[in-house]
């Protein structure tokens, strides 16, 4: 699989290492009184979709950037990657 | 129709036209007291179970393709009991004792053949933390035995002892493992299921779960909807596919196993090899064919094959391991769905709907557990409570911190 990195181009998925479900980026409020209960989900528990998944990569031998990837599961097709901070930083704006 | 040397014989006196098709094909009925979905070898073993050792009837195999034609097809026929922690290892021994009378049991040739299993030692802390996996073995009731180079030299004298990263220093025997025909597997238990009265039904995939007031009513089908008393779902690496009918995540994510077998060729290897530091393990088939395999491609698939850098990982390993088969071809790749869970441990427990019941999260060693799975879903589903060797493998073992983790890398998926 080739992985398109939106800074250094199409790049071999083996440069990368898989971590999962781009909901990892989603921590709890571990502040929150169901903590236990919401951290347990975001620990264990998985969507494990058959289809497009959006998926958290790590460029461990290239720029160490961590990426979300979209990925269909069923073909190996890889529809997008974008900088796994730009996501988060879009989701936190959103959130505000 | 009872198989037999004589039977052999007399067939081929009557030019074998005296066999019969190894199981009915009946159509679906309206309503069973149990369901279970997925005939692959865990669905059809419980199926088998659920009729002979509980004694229960009316009870369906639903199967969305033909029976084998999932992970049951698809592995590479190991069969061991060598685990470490004391919710696993009492559970594959009773699998592996299932497994010494399985061809008495079904009357059926499984070809199950008990080669033994050597995991190979490269350091002196690997020796010490398999010797402590080799009593924990021992104190199950299995058996282990730890080699030295030079007992694992006189056995395998091929592999390359001197390989300057990971030289062989030992290894770690369990000589009552070895290999079964997973096809046979399923077939064997398929046709003893149907001796039973057990309906088997292919080509039949099931769409949905009618679910009210907490309790399953039935599932709905490609053929019709089909009531059920109780349902048991065993259908590996489409878990999460199929429990999220029914509205449940689980903990666990489906990744693609690739397995390789070579051309035919003598015989070379007397029994299986892991090379778990280089993540690689070979074994022979009757036929010839070096069948052998490494690690999980490591990203979510529903695929049934996998990529090429796993494949060339596989066969660099292989060739540290064992150079000579360097000019070896490979004949043949495949790659199955795991349901990786996050412990790296299986799960055989009831749901929080009444009278669903989820058997899954083998992760790439289901095929070894069919037998003690299909046993122990079967008491489940029958008794209510779960066999006393599958007691850990609980759904809720997650959120109550009790979980089963042999290689101990946590809720990461494809690092078990």
């Known amino acids: 699989m080739l992985i398109p990195h939106p800074i250094l181009g199409s790049r071999d998925a083996r440069e990368f290492i898989y971590l999962g479900d781009v909901r990892l980026l989603d921590r709890p409020d571990a502040t929150r009184s169901d903590a236990e209960h919401s951290f347990c989900d975001y620990v264990f528990l998985r969507d494990n979709p058959a289809g497009v998944h959006r998926e958290l990569w790590f460029h461990e031998q290239g720029d160490r950037s961590w990426l979300v990837v979209t990925r269909n599961t069923t073909t190996h097709e890889i529809l997008g990657a974008e900088l796994a901070r730009d996501v988060a930083l879009a989701r936190k704006r959103s959130a505000q | 129709m009872k198989f037999s040397g004589f039977r052999v014989f007399a067939e081929a006196l009557k030019g074998n036209t005296g066999w019969r098709p190894l199981w009915r094909d009946p159509e679906p009925k309206s309503d069973y007291d149990y369901v279970v979905v997925g005939g692959g070898g865990h669905g059809l073993a419980t199926a088998y179970y659920l009729a002979k050792a509980f004694g229960q009837s009316r009870i369906a195999v639903l199967e969305k393709g033909w029976f084998g034609s999932g992970n049951i097809g698809r592995n590479t026929t190991i069969i061991r009991s060598n685990y470490l922690l004391p919710g696993n290892e009492p559970f594959y021994e009773f699998s592996m004792k299932l497994w010494e009378g399985l061809e008495q049991e079904l009357n059926f040739n499984a070809m ?221 790749m495949w790659g199955g769905l795991m349901d990786m869970s996050m412990d790296g441990s299986p799960i055989i427990d009831r749901t929080n709907v009444e009278g669903l019941f989820f058997n899954g999260g083998w992760c790439i060693g289901g095929f070894k557990a069919t037998p003690a799975s299909g046993y122990a879903f079967a008491h489940l589903l029958a008794t209510g409570s779960p066999h006393q060797t599958a007691r850990a493998y609980r759904l809720d073992r997650f959120s109550r911190g009790y979980v089963i983790d042999e290689t101990g890398t946590g809720a990461q998926p494809n690092l078990h």
Request: glycine share 14%; net charge positive; aromatic share 6%.
């Open chain 2, 112 to 332: 199950v053949s008990q080669r033994g299993v050597i995991n190979l030692i490269h350091s002196d802390s690997q020796r010490d933390s398999f010797r402590r996996r080799a009593n924990a073995v021992i104190l199950a009731g299995a058996d282990a035995r730890l080699l030295s180079r030079e007992e694992l030299r006189a056995m395998v004298p091929f592999l390359n002892f001197d390989n300057a990263r990971f030289p062989i220093r030992g290894g770690l025997l369990q000589p009552r493992g070895g290999t079964a025909r997973h096809d046979g597997v399923a077939w064997g238990y398929a046709r003893g299921a149907d001796s039973h009265g057990v309906d088997l039904i292919q080509n039949c995939e099931v769409t949905g779960f009618r679910i009210s007031d907490g309790k399953i009513r039935g599932v709905e089908t490609s053929r019709g909807y089909i009531s059920a008393g109780k349902v048991g779902v065993a259908v590996a690496g489409s878990s999460g596919r199929v429990m999220a009918m029914a509205g449940m995540r689980l903990p666990m994510e489906s990744h693609v196993l690739q397995a390789y077998v070579s051309e035919g060729l003598k015989p070379v290897l007397p029994g299986v090899i892991t090379f778990g530091a280089g993540h690689f393990y070979i074994s022979q088939s009757d036929k010839g064919g070096l069948v052998f395999g490494g690690d999980i491609d490591g990203y979510n698939s529903y695929a049934q094959r996998g990529n090429l850098p796993v494949v060339e990982h596989a066969a660099e390993c292989g060739l540290a391991l064992m150079p000579m088969i360097g000019r070896a071809r490979v004949l043949r």
